[in-house]
């Protein structure tokens, strides 16, 4: 089925994230965040599909337009969902606006 077979018709979730940016000298800018969520996006049937998620990690600018991206991810999965209780992950990545 549709959406509501799978209970995708019911979804909830927040999160709240405080982070730090500040310049180091002539060598750019860095930035500090992490982030707490939980959520569950099939909120409508009976099962256990809640997770929550820890996330930290840094950001640097070595140019106002370029950003060098590094997070560390902990998932906490509900057993039912997943048949695991969690996940750990590194995510890298880059950014350029132009």
Same mark, same amino acid.
Request: proline residues 3%; without cysteine.
């Given at each position: %089925? %549709?959406?509501?077979?799978? %209970?995708?018709?019911? #979804?909830?979730?927040?999160?709240?994230?405080? /982070?730090?940016? @500040?310049?180091?000298?002539?060598?750019?800018?860095?930035?500090?965040?992490?982030?707490?969520?939980?959520?569950?996006?099939?909120? %409508?049937? /009976?099962?256990?599909?809640?997770?929550?998620? !820890?996330? !930290?990690?840094?950001?640097?600018?070595?140019?106002?337009?370029?950003?060098?991206?590094?997070?560390?991810?902990?998932?906490? #999965?509900?057993?039912?969902?997943?048949?695991?209780?969690?996940?750990?992950?590194?995510?890298?990545?880059?950014?350029?606006? @132009?």
């Amino acid at each position: %089925g %549709g959406a509501a077979a799978d %209970g995708r018709d019911v #979804q909830y979730g927040w999160y709240i994230e405080p /982070s730090y940016r @500040f310049e180091v000298g002539k060598y750019g800018e860095l930035g500090f965040f992490g982030r707490y969520s939980d959520y569950d996006n099939e909120a %409508g049937n /009976s099962s256990d599909t809640n997770i929550t998620q !820890f996330d !930290f990690g840094l950001n640097y600018w070595p140019h106002p337009q370029v950003v060098l991206k590094a997070d560390w991810q902990i998932e906490d #999965q509900a057993l039912e969902t997943t048949g695991k209780t969690g996940e750990e992950r590194l995510n890298l990545g880059v950014g350029y606006q @132009f």
